[in-house]
């Protein structure tokens, strides 16, 4: 009889501690137990931030407007509190390439090298001009895998790396310029791998080790852009789509920075938009540089910088309100960094143009010399942002509307209709 006594004591003691358990407020009404999982916690140094509307990093800290010294923004919290899960169906493309293509700001740059070509260069056909700039990445790279992707490879890499974001890979495939698929792999494959993307008519002058300031933490910084063009002349608008243009012959990133996640966003709209209008064709493609070039490029890094979902804002009349402009960079001779991307001085990625207050390819500032062999421009074209007098006027009547440039790729392309043509250039 006093076993069975023990036996009901101990059963009854049991049935109260399931009950006290499921009545437990860390548990009730789906709360979560602990604060930090809600959002609201601190972002920690190594977290993966997943940069959508409701769990967005911000920086504390807006950027010194003027200066050659970098000015560090520092990392703040977590902004938001995550919100109700939506249907997959209902979720907008950019939360689908957060979530596909997360990021974290605190891990290494990729180890990666990513270039594109018709063929390897492994290959007889590989053109000999180009044979000394692309083996430079790799002397200059030992520890990288680097990659010349040919245009079968480049497909085949989206379809992969896209097949959980089909609408990307739609968006890729109905290019109608060979030149719009190589801007858009670059971004793609930035996106979802990370590292360094560099024209094939580049040459690497230091390793990209060197390129951040000893002062500048790589866990601080997830974008490495150069200043293409700070044309300070009157007729700028001319020669260029932006008052200061971002290069993006080279780029290095880290997988899921959310300027790569805008920008390729807002190209695979646009892209099956025109398509649906039927106004994807080659002639009714205006500009390659606003669709998918170096002003698509810079208006999205000038976007990121001013979101308030990723920097801090404050109000009117103070320092945190005050809007990143062109202002802000032009002139500069030293890096300059604002929340989590570093931007260099024109003499990194475009020393002996000798303009604009860039330096020769000899200068410590360089780190990449671009030769603008760019094969799907034409001639009068491939040399905007040297100084070539003899071809101004050339280049002038150009802009005036003489040939566009979709008039002059879609007379390249027809030539070779009965054979596809992805993914080549060299701006």
């Known amino acids: 009889m ?39 916690g601190s972002l920690k140094a190594g977290a993966r931030i997943h940069h959508n509307p409701t769990s967005a990093w911000k920086s504390a800290a807006r950027p010194v407007a003027h200066g050659g010294e970098v000015a560090a923004a520092t990392a703040g919290t977590a902004g938001g509190v995550r919100g109700q899960q939506t249907l997959a169906g209902t979720r907008t493309l950019r939360d689908q390439l957060a979530d596909q293509f997360p990021y974290d700001v605190a891990s290494k740059f990729p180890n990666y090298i990513w270039q594109t070509w018709k063929t390897t260069p492994a290959s007889g056909e590989f053109p000999e001009a180009f044979r000394p700039a692309e083996a430079s990445w790799t002397e200059k790279h030992r520890t990288f895998v680097h990659e010349v992707v040919t245009d079968a490879g480049a497909v085949a890499l989206v379809r992969y790396l896209y097949s959980s974001v089909p609408a990307v890979v739609e968006a890729y495939e109905a290019l109608p310029l060979p030149i719009l698929k190589a801007d858009f792999f670059r971004y793609l494959i930035l996106l979802a791998r990370g590292g360094i993307y560099s024209d094939i008519d580049t040459a690497a002058l230091k390793s990209a080790v060197d390129w951040l300031p000893a002062s500048v933490g790589p866990a601080s910084v997830g974008l490495v852009v150069g200043i293409e063009a700070d044309p300070d002349r009157a007729d700028w608008a001319q020669w260029y789509s932006r008052r200061i243009q971002f290069c993006q012959w080279t780029i290095q990133a880290k997988a899921g920075h ?15 938009s025109r398509r649906r209008a039927a106004t994807l064709t080659a002639h009714a493609v205006a500009s390659v540089v606003e669709f998918t070039g170096p002003a698509q490029w810079t208006d999205r890094i000038f976007d990121y910088l001013n979101d308030a979902r990723f920097f801090e804002v404050g109000a009117a009349g103070t320092a945190a309100a005050t809007n990143i402009t062109w202002q802000n960079f032009t002139g500069m001779r030293q890096p300059k960094q604002v929340g989590d991307v570093v931007v260099l001085p024109i003499t990194a990625f475009s020393p002996g143009v000798q303009q604009m ?71």
């Not at 399931?18 to 979560?32: A, F, I, N, V």
């Not at 200068?363 to 799907?376: E, L, R």
């Open 2 to 40: 006093t076993t069975f006594r023990r036996a009901l004591v101990i059963a009854a003691l049991v049935f109260t501690g399931l009950y006290l358990l499921r009545t437990s407020p860390s548990m009730r009404d789906g709360e979560p137990a602990a604060e930090a999982e809600s959002g609201r």
């Open 357 to 427: 207050g860039a330096g020769e390819p000899d200068d410590p500032m360089a780190c990449v010399k671009h030769d603008f062999q760019g094969t799907w421009k034409p001639e009068s074209e491939r040399h905007i942002g040297e100084q070539r007098p003899e071809l101004e006027e050339e280049v002038t009547k150009a802009k005036a509307g003489a040939r566009t440039i979709a008039e002059d790729a879609a007379a390249i392309t027809t030539t070779s209709k009965t054979t596809e043509q992805a993914p080549q250039k060299a701006s």
């Open 258 to 272: 959310p300027v790569l996640v805008d920008v390729v966003a807002a190209i695979t709209r646009d892209t099956l």
